[in-house]
């Protein structure tokens, strides 16, 4: 059997992890060897709040004080490199799931919950993200991958926390997805 028929056969292969965690890495590392700095996906949500904030309430957006760094006159706050990065994830993994074949719009859940339940845990779940990410200038895997990039201590304590607890929360949350 060759390689074609299997992964029309099976929809579900995908990159060796491994070589998957290779090219992250590389990113990381080409993007601290451009921009100085890593990369960092909750910037561009900045961005677009403050953007959108700034348009339906200007005068509330000038004299809030965190707005108002963000907010310069014949600049917006989408041009910034942090947009465009989210913008090429997005359009990166579109491409990605249509070249193989597997783009289709469905809830993938345990049948021990409805997908009504799976989609309100996961917008429950984004919206915290989202909120901590903000509270922590900046995302837990973004700290975590930029910083052990640098060797950073804190970087190395970051991925230990969100494996660790991603590990301790597992024992109260499998009966969702086992």
Same mark, same amino acid.
């Given at each position: 059997? +060759?390689?074609?028929?299997? $992964?029309?056969? +099976?929809?579900?292969?995908? /990159?060796?992890? #491994?070589?998957?965690?290779?090219? %992250?890495?590389?990113?990381?590392?080409?993007?601290? #060897? @451009?921009?100085?700095?890593?990369? =960092?996906?909750?910037g561009a949500f900045k961005?677009? !709040?403050?953007?959108?904030?700034?348009?339906?309430?200007?005068?509330?957006?000038?004299? +809030?004080?965190?707005?108002?760094?963000? !907010?310069?006159?014949?600049?917006?706050?989408?041009?910034?490199? %942090?947009?465009?990065?989210?913008? =090429?994830?997005?359009?990166?993994?579109? %491409?990605?799931?249509?070249?193989?074949?597997?783009?289709?719009? #469905? @809830?993938?859940?345990?049948?021990? !919950?409805?997908?009504?339940?799976?989609?309100? @845990?996961? @917008? $429950? =779940?984004?919206?915290?993200?989202?909120?901590?990410?903000?509270?922590?200038?900046?995302c837990t895997s973004g700290?975590?991958?930029?910083?052990?990039?640098?060797?950073?201590?804190?970087?190395?304590?970051?991925? %230990?926390? $969100?494996?660790?607890?991603?590990?301790?929360?597992? #024992?109260?949350?499998?009966? +969702? /997805?086992?």
């Amino acid at each position: 059997m +060759n390689k074609l028929s299997k $992964i029309k056969k +099976n929809s579900h292969i995908y /990159w060796n992890p #491994y070589f998957g965690g290779l090219m %992250l890495g590389l990113v990381i590392l080409f993007t601290f #060897y @451009v921009t100085g700095r890593g990369p =960092g996906a909750s910037g561009a949500f900045k961005s677009t !709040i403050v953007t959108v904030v700034d348009d339906i309430a200007p005068t509330h957006a000038e004299n +809030n004080a965190y707005y108002n760094r963000f !907010i310069k006159k014949g600049d917006s706050p989408m041009n910034t490199w %942090l947009v465009y990065e989210a913008l =090429g994830l997005l359009i990166g993994g579109f %491409l990605s799931g249509a070249l193989s074949g597997r783009l289709k719009l #469905y @809830v993938q859940h345990s049948p021990k !919950i409805t997908s009504k339940k799976r989609l309100i @845990v996961a @917008v $429950i =779940g984004g919206i915290a993200f989202g909120l901590g990410a903000q509270l922590a200038r900046g995302c837990t895997s973004g700290a975590g991958l930029s910083g052990m990039a640098v060797l950073s201590l804190g970087g190395f304590i970051t991925v %230990l926390s $969100i494996f660790g607890s991603g590990y301790a929360f597992a #024992y109260f949350f499998r009966k +969702n /997805w086992i």
